[in-house]
């Protein structure tokens, strides 16, 4: 019995062993909203290449572009009950399950990329990053900077908030953008990001506001005529991992993606800096029209500050939060 037995168990121990190290071997599915090209990408294999490096080749990640793994709204529901690893998308869809977060979204307070690594990577970031996990139970591990969300639009060129008037625009499911275009005027379309472009291939929506990097990667170029630098908005895009798949992990690994975040957050500051004006250009040669708003934006800065920014002391966790950003970023408080 016992020369049969010996042989049996140490296969079966090597066995689980080697069971053992590709259980510990991760993969992490990370959905994204945008295209190949975008900055969204640009921060996925980043954080994808760090990864591996950081771990010597045993982890990695998947990037699914396109919203195949959801709407980037509803990955955020997914991340949170733990169907979901990791997405990428713009904090303003986060905004809905974490309010605090919208102190970034506010018309007019990030005027630079500065301002938003300033932010990002500050006290301000590590706070904001604490209320999503208690919030909405995902943990922000990297930002994305994406530059200024310009308006784009299938009818006229805008040069002022009277040309507004009368187009139909879509926007995120954001109540902060929403009262923003209430206070210029007009009453936008609050859609989800995956039924956009569709929606103005079919004309059911005019325009709608993005960076220019994310008009190129998403090819609204296609479907759109007219770009209006407005610059309401600095969009940031955070990386996000599920809490509960977080704390599941070994402190080993979850240094190692912390580490790997940052690395991508340095890694889409220099994307943004290296492409932000080439794909200007392409967006012109595309036969795109780009017009800056009339008397230096005056007019929309001054109607989207005064009504938005009180509406929304509450909600980001009173004036204080605001004034500490202004402080930040070397401004007066309000
Ligand atoms: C949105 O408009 O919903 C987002 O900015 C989309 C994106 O992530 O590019």
Known sequence: FLSHFKPAAAVAIAALMIGAGAADAKNFKIAVGDSAGSAQEATGKAFVTALEEKSGGKHTATLFLNGQLGSEEVTVNDAAMGTLDMSLLAI??????????????LPYVILSLEDAEKLTQGPIGEELTQNTINDAGVRIIAWTYTGFRVLTNSKKPVK????????????????????????????????????????????V????????????????????????????????????????LFQSLSADEQQMILDAGQAATQASAQFLRDSEAAIKQDLLAKGMEISDPENGEEEFIKLATEAVWPKFYDSIGGVEKLNAVLETLGRAPV
């Open 160 to 203: 002022s908030v009277a040309d507004l008037q009368g187009l139909v625009v879509r926007v995120p499911k954001n109540e902060i953008m929403i009262d923003t275009y209430k206070a210029w005027g007009i009453n936008p379309t609050p859609m989800a990001w995956s039924e956009t472009f569709t929606a103005l291939q079919q004309q």
């Open 92 to 105: 303003n869809n986060i905004t809905p399950y974490s309010p605090t977060v919208g102190v970034f979204s």
């Open 205 to 244: 929506v005019d325009g709608q506001d993005n960076p220019y990097l994310t008009v190129n990667a998403m090819k609204f170029y296609e479907v759109q005529k007219y770009i209006t630098n407005i610059r309401y908005i600095f969009s940031i895009e955070p990386l996000i991992i599920s809490e509960s």
